[in-house]
C-alpha cells in the first residue's frame, strides 16, 4: 500500500519486484487444469490498523478484498478431529483478496503514477544527500532476478538516476 499512497499524493513511484509479478507472500499458482488456483505464502490477513483497515476498506469497495468467513479451527494431529475456534472475544475479521492473494498487490501496482519493473532485483543505492550528485539525488543499482541461459553470462547492472527520496522493503 505504501507505493499507491506515495502515488496518490502525487509522487512517481517505481517498484522493483524480483518476481514475475507483484505478490511476493500473496502470490497465486494456476493449476494444470482450467479453473484451478492455491494461494501460497499468505491465506488471510488482518487489518486491525486503523490506516490499513482504511486501505482494505478501500480495497473491499472496489471488489478486490473480502472478508473470508465461515468456521475456523485446527485439526489435532492425535485424533484427526477438527476443533471449532471458541473464543469470548469479539471476532476479528480475516481478509482475502479475491478472486486471488494476488490481486491485491496486481490492482495495487496498476494505480496510476506507478511503473512496476518485473524480474528485477536490485543491487545497490548510489548517491543520494552528500554525494558528488549535484542535487543530491539517488541512483538504483538492479539487475535481472530471471535466471541466466546456460550459455549466457549475468548481464551488467542497469542504472536509473534521479529519484529523490528511496524506500527499500
Not at 511476493?24 to 501460497?40: F, I, K, V
Request: proline share 12%; net charge neutral.
Amino acid at each position: 500500500p505504501a507505493a499507491s499512497r506515495l502515488a496518490q499524493a502525487g509522487c512517481d513511484v517505481t517498484v522493483y519486484e524480483p518476481g514475475r509479478g507483484p505478490g511476493g507472500r500473496a502470490s497465486t499458482r494456476r493449476g494444470h487444469a482450467p479453473g484451478l488456483q492455491r494461494d501460497h505464502g499468505a491465506q488471510f490477513f488482518r487489518a486491525d490498523d486503523p490506516a490499513f483497515r482504511a486501505v482494505v476498506d478501500e480495497s473491499r469497495a472496489a471488489g478486490f478484498v473480502a472478508e473470508w468467513t465461515g468456521t475456523f479451527g485446527t485439526l489435532d494431529a492425535t485424533t484427526g478431529g477438527f476443533l471449532p475456534e471458541t473464543s469470548d472475544a469479539p471476532p476479528r475479521p480475516r481478509w482475502v483478496g479475491t478472486p486471488s492473494m494476488s490481486s491485491i498487490p496486481r490492482r495495487l501496482s496498476e494505480t496510476p503514477g506507478i511503473r512496476f519493473l518485473p524480474s528485477r532485483r536490485v543491487v545497490g543505492f548510489e548517491g543520494g544527500p552528500g554525494s558528488d550528485a549535484p542535487d543530491g539525488s539517488w541512483t538504483v543499482v538492479h539487475r535481472s532476478s530471471a535466471p541466466p541461459a546456460d550459455d549466457a553470462s549475468a548481464p551488467p547492472p542497469t542504472r536509473d538516476e534521479g529519484f529523490a527520496v528511496v524506500v527499500a522493503a
